[in-house]
């Protein structure tokens, strides 16, 4: 046999050999990956955490809850609005929840005036001329006024600020789904309304309200 016979036999035997050596690394990766694989079933808690943060879920589980504890702290509007006049940062302590600018929980009953973009000024029997109480019914739900209305829903819990902020966005539509989306709010103005919400204090005497419940007259 030549020697150019024999030198092609031994190259193809080292590349026989190099082959069977990656097809047993292939398949010997394929093999720790199969281990290390877990099977999820959907709709398990498992799931759910291989999905991530579901801001939706967060806000159908979270604002029922929200609502319960504003419903049981809210204040009527006229003792607050006195409260704040007469001492603010008395009436924070007492009142407010959150720092520095505190959320309010509040309730009231007052006539529905002209507005525009889902937001409606309202005329509140006792409170004073220069006071101003609007009322937010959508269909955007602005703020984050829910999701701070108890104090205990902390940028800590969330992975990052965009989790954060989503959360407060789903809590408000999960209010909105709730409370607002059979609200004809065409025929709102010069109605009487019954409401319990919360405000964040930006201004004593400008309360922008959203709602956590809503009765019309």
Do not use: C, H
């Not at 199969?34 to 959907?42: E, G, M, N, R, S």
């Not at 967060?58 to 204040?75: C, E, H, L, M």
């Not at 959360?167 to 319990?196: H, W």
């Amino acid at each position: 046999m030549s020697d150019v016979s024999i030198q092609a036999q031994q190259i193809s035997r080292k590349r026989v050999q190099r082959y069977a050596t990656l097809g047993v690394m292939v398949i010997a990766l394929i093999a720790a990956m199969a281990l290390d694989t877990k099977v999820v079933k959907i709709g398990s808690a498992d799931d759910a955490q291989e999905q991530g943060f579901s801001p939706e879920s967060y806000g159908q589980k979270t604002f029922p809850t929200i609502q319960q504890d504003v419903a049981s702290r809210a204040v009527d509007a006229k003792t607050l609005a006195d409260a704040l006049q007469t001492n603010q940062q008395e009436a924070v302590q007492k009142y407010g929840v959150g720092a520095p600018l505190p959320v309010f929980a509040v309730k009231f009953s007052g006539v529905v005036q002209a507005g525009q973009m889902g937001i409606f000024p309202l005329k509140i029997d006792g409170l004073a001329d220069d006071m101003q109480v609007r009322l937010q019914t959508g269909p955007a739900i602005t703020g984050t006024d829910l999701r701070d209305a108890n104090g205990k829903i902390q940028f800590g819990d969330f992975t990052n600020q965009i989790e954060y902020q989503n959360a407060g966005s789903a809590i408000n539509r999960a209010m909105k789904s709730a409370v607002l989306d059979k609200l004809d709010r065409d025929a709102l103005p010069g109605k009487t309304v019954q409401v319990v919400g919360v405000f964040r204090l930006l201004n004593a005497k400008n309360w922008m309200v959203t709602p956590v419940s809503l009765e019309v007259k």
